[in-house]
């Protein structure tokens, strides 16, 4: 059996993924090989598959554990006893800053993610819709209870918003003229605008 851990007590799992996405960040996806990634982990190609199947798993999993990470959020945001307008603002501004802190695997993904599986892709595109469809919720609460204005349906606010987020790996830097909360700011203002009735 392959060891959980290196010296200083990270698990290989974790290894693996901070290799992977660092190559896949670098190099791209389909120029990066299994041999490279487990050279840069310090582990074996066995260990690699006993945690991960195949590559395309690894792809899957640097997208998932953010994705994941989101998701808990938004529902903490979602079931907060907060005025809906709180909620959403908190839930939209959070996406952006937990992109903007997972930026190469966000830029991964969202370049290789025709890489995966269909099973896998078929996977992912579930995930990302209940993410959506949980925002998109918030939005058909607000408009329900005449807090936002039903002038543009849900579906295009919630299109909007991500298509800002999605698109954050093509322009942002750490080292830019704003912070990962400015930008989250100002986003979710500009959401929440869209909605004043």
């Given at each position: 059996?392959?060891?959980?851990?290196?010296?200083?007590?990270?698990?290989?799992?974790?290894?693996?993924?901070?290799?992977?996405?660092?190559?896949?960040?670098?190099?791209?996806?389909?120029?990066?090989?299994?041999?490279?990634?487990?050279?840069?982990?310090?582990?074996?190609?066995?260990?690699?598959?006993?945690?991960?199947?195949?590559?395309?798993?690894?792809?899957?999993?640097?997208?998932?554990?953010?994705?994941?990470?989101?998701?808990?959020?938004?529902?903490?945001?979602?079931?907060?006893?907060?005025?809906?307008?709180?909620?959403?603002?908190?839930?939209?501004?959070?996406?952006?800053?937990?992109?903007?802190?997972?930026?190469?695997?966000?830029?991964?993904?969202?370049?290789?993610?025709?890489?995966?599986?269909?099973?896998?892709?078929?996977?992912?595109?579930?995930?990302?819709?209940?993410?959506?469809?949980?925002?998109?919720?918030?939005?058909?609460?607000?408009?329900?209870?005449?807090?936002?204005?039903?002038?543009?349906?849900?579906?295009?606010?919630?299109?909007?918003?991500?298509?800002?987020?999605?698109h954050l790996s093509t322009w942002y830097s750490p080292e830019g003229p704003m912070s990962s909360t400015e930008v989250a700011e100002q986003l979710a203002d500009l959401l929440l605008r869209a909605?004043?009735?």
């Amino acid at each position: 059996m392959p060891r959980t851990t290196d010296g200083d007590g990270t698990p290989v799992p974790q290894r693996l993924l901070a290799a992977a996405t660092r190559l896949f960040a670098e190099q791209g996806y389909d120029r990066t090989s299994v041999q490279e990634i487990v050279e840069a982990a310090g582990v074996t190609k066995g260990a690699l598959y006993h945690y991960f199947g195949s590559k395309d798993d690894l792809l899957h999993e640097v997208y998932a554990r953010v994705l994941r990470v989101q998701q808990e959020r938004l529902d903490a945001f979602a079931n907060a006893d907060a005025p809906v307008e709180e909620r959403l603002r908190r839930a939209a501004a959070d996406v952006v800053v937990t992109t903007i802190e997972n930026l190469d695997d966000a830029m991964i993904f969202f370049r290789s993610m025709h890489h995966l599986s269909p099973e896998k892709n078929k996977q992912v595109r579930a995930e990302r819709r209940r993410y959506h469809e949980r925002f998109r919720a918030l939005i058909e609460e607000g408009q329900e209870a005449g807090v936002f204005s039903r002038a543009t349906s849900a579906d295009l606010v919630v299109d909007y918003h991500f298509g800002s987020v999605h698109h954050l790996s093509t322009w942002y830097s750490p080292e830019g003229p704003m912070s990962s909360t400015e930008v989250a700011e100002q986003l979710a203002d500009l959401l929440l605008r869209a909605l004043r009735p």
